[in-house]
């Protein structure tokens, strides 16, 4: 059984940066696709990044050119760095799992507002 755990969220001003980490548990881990979708309040939850479990990375339109997938397999961790923050950017922000079925952490709050 999976298990995603995110950290890093935060208040951070317009145009600083922060970075999330998501620790997953289980056999699959190693050869899954993860990554992290957003939801602000009143709209979709929408992609933001993904990555294979080669490095192949794939970004949302929003914030290509700003933010960063990674991941140290030798963790189970994958890492989201996010720079130039914009007010936009607000949301409650979820890892995901993908090997058959998609599994979601709990979330974190990111919300940047000066």
């Known amino acids: 059984q999976v298990q995603l755990v995110e950290s890093g969220g935060g208040l951070v001003p317009p145009g600083g940066s922060l970075t999330l980490s998501c620790a997953a548990s289980?056999?699959?881990?190693?050869?899954?696709?993860m990554g992290w979708h957003r939801q602000a309040p009143g709209k979709q939850r929408e992609l933001v990044a993904l990555?294979?479990?080669?490095?192949?990375?794939r970004y949302g339109d929003p914030v290509k050119g700003r933010f960063t997938i990674s991941r140290d397999k030798a963790k189970s961790t994958v890492y989201l760095q996010m720079n130039n923050l914009k007010p936009e950017d607000t949301a409650v922000y979820y890892c995901?799992?993908?090997?058959?079925?998609?599994?979601w952490g709990q979330g974190t709050q990111v919300t940047v507002s000066s």
């Open positions: 289980g056999d699959i881990v190693s050869i899954a696709t």
């Open positions: 995901n799992l993908d090997h058959q079925i998609r599994t």
């Open positions: 990555i294979s479990s080669g490095g192949n990375t």
